[in-house]
């Protein structure tokens, strides 16, 4: 009778960062020539070195949910790994005329939305993310 064989799950561990915090400011220009696996690489990899990412601009709603599925799927791949936390706020579109509002449309379109910022952070830096319409504040986990 044939023996089956335990399949093995390899786990791959957080690097350990030193008491040290890094905000990593990351213009859109560069990301804006990646694609979508291209942008979820480079944002995971700063992630998982505990860098907190200021993003200017936003990511786009399918790119969101591909970015927290792969941190979910990582959860239980990667010792000490607890996910990421995300905020996006953007400029409000309040008084503004019909001619300002199609121009700010077709920019979105053409380059993204740039006049907005995404924060993105480990879950284990990152203890509580509130956003309110015109802020995101972030309470951080001490060492």
């Known amino acids: 009778m044939a023996k089956k064989k335990k399949s093995v799950k390899k786990v791959r561990k957080v690097p350990k960062v030193g008491k040290d915090l890094t905000i990593h400011f990351m213009p859109y220009s560069e990301i804006v020539h990646e694609d979508t696996v291209g942008r979820i690489k480079k944002i995971m990899g700063l992630i998982l070195a505990q860098k907190i990412i200021i993003l200017q601009g936003r990511l786009s709603p399918d790119e969101e949910v591909r970015l927290i599925e792969n941190s979910m799927v990582l959860i239980d791949n990667i010792k000490n790994f607890q996910g990421i ?13 019909l001619f300002e509002n199609i121009r700010r449309n077709i920019a979105k379109i053409l380059v993204g939305e740039q006049d907005a910022i995404t924060i993105i952070g480990p879950a284990s830096v990152v203890k509580e993310m509130t956003k309110n319409p015109k802020k995101v504040e972030l309470l951080l986990q001490r060492k």
């Open 85 to 97: 936390e995300i905020a996006a706020i953007s400029a409000e579109n309040e008084n503004r005329g």
